[in-house]
């Protein structure tokens, strides 16, 4: 069954680096989307994307965030200038479609900024 | 604003039916999911309710009232596997945005 990867499972990071986390999707979807959830926290939306735009965003996903699909698989976030508040799981979700597509979402990135 | 509610906590035993309710008020609705998830997992997708009524997928059962902003998932037969949390979300906005509850923390003993 296909399934939506990650990479890295866990990056530790030192505050004010740059990072860049890694999804590859299912291949035939095409609505794309990043999560955040704090350890103990509830999982929150960051950001979809279609059609190589930003489709909406929430108030977390300020100017430090970036997403890119730099090819035909991949899809990146990038976090320009760590905090010690970015640290959390980021997964990664795609769907097929907009509307009523289910979100399936990859195994999550660690991020922890030290 | 949105807001989803669910209860933090509940306990049942191997073998029993349990019910999680989820209420919820968000500005557009697009349908809601339930998800499952186990510590430090991913979620892994559920059910799925847009119309009103009950869904029902092998041992998990999924209702939708719109009208009165509610949904429960039903488990039956319940396993010890499915110790988990289980996030209700509803999915708003023209960029398919999910909002989650905090997420029910189920414990299943024997």
């Known amino acids: 069954e296909p399934e939506v990867t990650q990479t890295p499972s866990h990056q530790v990071t030192q505050m004010g680096q740059e990072v860049i986390l890694r999804c590859v999707p299912i291949?035939?979807?095409?609505?794309f989307y990043w999560y955040r959830q704090i350890l103990g926290q509830k999982v929150e939306f960051l950001v979809s994307?279609?059609?190589?735009?930003?489709?909406?965003k929430s108030e977390i996903f300020d100017d430090q965030f970036s997403v890119e699909r730099p090819d035909g698989s991949n899809f990146t976030l990038k976090i320009r200038s760590t905090k010690l508040e970015d640290s959390a799981m980021y997964f990664c979700?795609?769907?097929?479609?907009?509307?009523?597509?289910?979100?399936?979402f990859g195994p999550g990135t660690r991020l922890t900024v030290l | 604003g949105q807001n989803i509610d669910q209860p933090t906590e509940m306990t049942a035993t191997e073998g029993a039916i349990v019910q999680i309710n989820c209420t919820y008020q968000t500005s557009g609705f697009n349908g809601l999911f339930w998800y499952q998830q186990h510590a430090g997992e991913a979620p892994t997708f559920l059910s799925y309710?847009?119309?009103?009524g009950l869904e029902e997928k092998g041992r998990f059962s999924s209702f939708l009232s719109r009208s009165k902003g509610y949904s429960y998932l039903l488990l039956k037969e319940l396993q010890m596997k499915d110790s988990a949390s289980y996030l209700c979300a509803v999915l708003t906005g023209g960029g398919n945005k999910l909002t989650f509850g905090t997420g029910t923390q189920l414990k299943v003993e024997l």
């Open positions: 309710n847009v119309l009103d």
């Open positions: 979700a795609s769907s097929t479609d907009r509307s009523t597509g289910t979100q399936y």
């Open positions: 291949s035939n979807h095409l609505y």
């Open positions: 994307f279609y059609n190589n735009e930003i489709s909406e």
